[in-house]
């Protein structure tokens, strides 16, 4: 079988198993204290143009969504999200367990918007009673979305206004960034995010690293204490020099960008075909997450050979799967599904000709 469920199939790309075996027997210091950690944050700050951020380093999305959102918010506090947010649908209550509800908002192709925030801060404050229900507090976004749908510019800057009218932080959900960072039509920057957010992190699991992710924090106020933080959540790993030496790997000559045009590059294929095939989409994404409407025996026919992600019957005949590539997805397998695609197309709007004749 060819899994395009997912894009954390792989392990790790060759130089980070080749940096790792080079400094296997090194000595360094414990907890993210090592000298790669140091340099790959320096290298971090540098590439978004915020010399007063600090850099720490976790191991996985989950983990990093819970550390930051309790450093963010006071238990009576709130999270503002997206419904579709990875905090509210996939970490089994992860965010509530710190005592924090999640304001979940109606999204549009995942996104939501300035004016749905400032509208939840209004209903708060204008209350007769506020401190009876949650206080908002923190803006949770994904960058790109659960959809693979992206962010503007223009849309980030308006968040940021309503967070700063309100006194929110901005935290942005960064595990699948590099593919948002590289895709066709995205005018946001890494220097834009350190500028914007107050908190932000880059993936590195679903990007080339065995694991890992880089938490970039360029507000002062979140940068006092975090380390008992993670601590206390149990993100702070003993082998620390593991996570930085593999961003220090995937950072310091471009090659995280590198990995990441290449799973869009080939999600972008398949997309093309899915189009040429005439298939609908359940949503527009540039990213490397494609969701085309399948007929439901063209698709089962597909699953034959491939594995897809199951999003949701559109109708009693049809189904939107997510078809995900990832930085080693290789290109002899796109090829191969993308033809398989198109033949097993073809071959059924001809049988859908001859029936409609013979009718």
């Not at 005949?317 to 033949?343: F, G, H, M, N, Y």
Request: charged content about 20%; proline content about 4%; hydrophobic content about 35%.
């Amino acid at each position: 079988m060819i899994l395009f469920n997912c894009d954390y199939n792989e392990g790790a790309h060759p130089r980070i198993l080749e940096k790792l075996t080079q400094t296997n027997l090194e000595q360094t210091p414990g907890y993210g204290n090592d000298p790669y950690c140091h340099q790959a944050a320096q290298l971090i700050k540098k590439l978004c143009r915020a010399p007063q951020a600090e850099v720490h380093f976790l191991c996985g999305g989950t983990q990093t969504n819970l550390t930051v959102l309790a450093a963010c918010s006071r238990p009576y506090q709130s999270i503002i999200s997206a419904s579709s947010g990875h905090i509210n649908v996939h970490e089994t209550g992860a965010i509530e367990t710190t005592g924090h509800r999640i304001e979940a908002l109606p999204e549009t192709n995942g996104k939501i918007t300035a004016q749905q925030i400032a509208q939840v801060c209004k209903a708060h404050w204008e209350d007769d009673n506020p401190e009876f229900s949650p206080q908002p507090k923190t803006v949770y976004l994904s960058f790109p979305t659960e959809y693979g749908t992206l962010y503007s510019l223009q849309e980030l800057q308006e968040i940021r206004r309503v967070c700063d009218d309100n006194n929110l932080f901005l935290f942005i959900d960064g595990a699948r960034l590099g593919y948002g960072l590289t895709a066709p039509g995205n005018d946001v920057t890494l220097a834009d995010l350190a500028a914007l957010c107050d908190v932000f992190y880059i993936g590195g699991t679903k990007i080339g690293a065995l694991l890992g992710e880089a938490v970039v924090i360029p507000n002062k106020k979140l940068q006092k204490d975090f380390r008992y933080f993670i601590k206390q959540k149990g993100g702070m790993l003993a082998k620390g020099r593991i996570l930085g030496l593999q961003f220090l790997t995937l950072f310091e000559d471009g090659l995280y960008r590198q990995l990441a045009q290449h799973a869009n590059e080939m999600a972008a294929r398949i997309k093309r075909a899915c189009q040429e095939a005439g298939f609908e989409f359940l949503y527009d994404s540039p990213t490397n997450q494609q969701f085309p409407i399948f007929p439901n025996d063209l698709l089962a026919q597909l699953e034959q050979t491939y594995v897809f992600a199951h999003i949701k019957r559109v109708d009693h005949k049809r189904s939107a799967i997510r078809i995900c590539t990832s930085w080693a997805t290789r290109p002899e397998d796109v090829e191969q599904l993308t033809t398989d695609l198109l033949k097993l197309a073809k071959e059924k709007d001809a049988t859908h000709r001859v029936s409609f004749i013979k009718q």
